[in-house]
């Protein structure tokens, strides 16, 4: 049988047990639980001895601390293969099996030929199980947690998944194990703090690498679509069976003592086995209230279960009984499928990771409030290094945490320096790794550059062209006539070549997602924002639609120190002011008022009106806004950093006012819309340690991190008149 079989009773002390880690009692208990294990298996060859058996994956039901014990027990017993990128290894390599998917696409399968029949049945008129209609209404869910496990699980991330090397899930991956054992000692019932508790308690014996706690969620969705096929198996026989035991009921039930002998005739094959309990359950239902002196049958029922050592109502209420654990199961399948796919398994992989516990307590900003891409990203680049050396995960971990602390300041300060920064190649030394070929040869296309990109461009062009005229030649043709065609054809084969070259460095090479903090609680004061929008204003009408925007981008970005500012010039005019100057200016202070008592914020004003005076131009040789809108961001940088002397002009009798501590400024066009949190992802990207400008000596140039960043910019779809574009 492949039912899961409890692991011995928990000792007297739990608290001690659970101290003791990988003692010899955890190991020796699950040690004795895989040999019963293994003797309760048919004794039909290595690749089906785990599938030959569909008895539901059940077992004794363990309270909190008793799955605690068994995660323990399991993960002292467990041994890996070699190959497999565990570091704690048997001696002999893991056995070649039926990769789970096949297994996974042969279980949809079986799901939906017992759908369609219960189906049938129902259509039929004939009575089928509470399970089978838990099966029945529920299929859709089955059906697509089986295609989102077929997606999640590509071959490439099945091989690096470490696989046993002994026991009956031998040649399987080591997390499936961990998984089935769970589902099996909670009746297929996942519970998110269960999950945690049992997780965290394996991983104090034998830390779990990163691709395994993430393969928890695809491994519960196996075992559970495993345990639904074996239920459905039964749903199927047990179908049969009943459909069997009604055609005897119909013909023999009130047979008054004739054609007895038609009858034996008829059991006959039931005869010299004993009787299967659905069949001879749904017998006894039939026959119930039957007078046996008129129907035969009730007497040979009784004696045939008689010599079995039961009886009819025995049969009835073991029935009874297994129906409803059957229905418990599949109603806690269903209620975990369900609940598989709302879980946020990003959530559950951090709390339980052993990495991401060194990370936390590494040196640098703050690991937990970056976002969870450049979490990702760092726990990416730890799987590579531990992959291309003999270091563990959590080895790699502590060595980039000891390297930041060594650093003390600035960006080597930060872990992510060593892993995903230009400190990658110190780590590297430190943990002798070997480079992969895929690796080497994205590097090299880094390193190649214009000139790099430019010569393969030429090399592509010549190469291609030197086998054409190779060919053309040996057909007899004249020198001048090759000279000619190699001029005519070097546009287009170049054209050609570019796009060759093109296709294979965007293949080779991906876009880098830069790193950054989440800020999810908003923009912090040390980061406070000006979202600068520098606009032309022309009449109240335009004024309008300019406040609107402004509020829009309020309502898109993230709340907390982000302030926006109208920095405004007039039209060009032939005197310095106009007669509609004092009423646009006006209005528009008006409007930038509303919005403050609209939105109002403890940082000080949110919205800001800066409106410049008109200087004469030679060049122009009119009255207009100095340079325009890059004088417009030049003055708002200086009056920033202090300035008193640009041309903003003084608002409700106040100088220009803008507020104290911008860190950042964000400049907007005036048909530009913000998508939602943009100005939170662009502050965090900023504000992350590695994207933080580092200057020369002189203080000058950039030469490390990020002074300015361009978002995409797309077109939007026109609304009306209006084209737009968008900042993502």
Known sequence: MTRIRPVSHAPDDPKSARRSGAGTAPRASFRAWQQRFLSALPQSGARSRLWSDLTPIRAE?????????????????????????????????????????????????????????????????RRVSPAAEWLLDNYHLVEQ?????DTDLPPGYYRTLPKLSDGPFAGYP??????????????????????????????????????????VAISLRIVLVENTRRISEQIIEGQ?????????????????????????????????????????????????????????????LEDRLRQQGTSSDAVVALGMQRQGATNVTMRNIITSLRLVSEIDWAEVFEAVSLVDERLQSGGGAVYSEMDFPTRNSYRTAIEGFARGSRQSEIAVADLANALARAAKTGAEAEP???????????????????????????????????????????????????????????????????ALLAFLGSVP???????????????????????????KHGIPPHLRTLVAVPVLLTDTEDLAVQIERLEVHHLASASGAVHYALVSDGPDAATETTASDAELIAAAEAAIAALNAAYPSEDGARFLLLHRRRRYSQTMRCWMGWERKRGKLHELNRLLRGATDTSFLPIGGRPPEVPAGVRYVITLDADTRLHRDTVRRLIGKMAHPLNRPRFDAGGTRVVGGHAILQPRVTPALPLGHEGLSTAE
């Open 416 to 482: 992510g320096y060593y892993l995903i920064g230009e400190g990658r190649s110190a780590l590297q030394q430190r943990i002798d790794f070997r480079t992969p070929w895929q690796l080497g040869l994205r590097r090299a296309m880094h390193g190649l550059g214009i000139g790099g990109y430019v010569g393969l461009i030429v090399a592509t062009t010549l190469a291609v062209l030197a086998l054409a005229l190779w060919g053309i030649s040996g057909a007899g043709a004249a020198s001048g006539v090759l």
């Open 61 to 125: 039901l363990f309270g909190a601390e008793r799955l605690e014990h068994h995660a323990e027990g399991l993960a002292a017993a467990q041994m890996i293969g070699t190959g497999h990128g565990g570091k704690a290894v048997a001696a002999q390599p893991a056995r070649r099996v039926q990769p789970l998917i096949r297994r996974l696409r042969n279980n949809a399968a079986c799901i939906l030929d017992a759908y369609h029949q219960s189906a049938a049945a129902l259509d039929a008129g």
């Open 493 to 519: 084969v170049s054209a050609a070549a570019t796009a060759c070259v093109n296709l294979a460095v965007t293949r080779a090479v991906g876009p880098a997602v830069l790193p950054g903090m989440e800020l």
């Open 174 to 215: 080591r997390v499936f194990e961990i998984a089935w054992a769970y589902v099996a000692h909670t009746d297929s019932l996942v519970e998110t703090a269960t999950l945690r508790r049992f997780l965290a308690a394996y991983q104090r014996v034998q830390p779990l690498l990163i691709g395994e706690l993430w393969a």
């Open 145 to 149: 947690q089986t295609h989102q496990t």
């Open 240 to 300: 049969r069976l009943r459909r069997a035991a009604d055609a005897i009921a119909d013909r023999f039930i009130g047979l008054h003592g004739q054609d007895v002998l038609e009858m034996q005739l008829a059991l006959a094959a039931y005869e010299g086995a004993p009787l299967s309990e659905i069949w001879a359950a749904e017998l006894a239902r039939r026959l119930r209230g039957s007078d046996p002196a008129e129907t035969p049958l009730c007497g040979w």
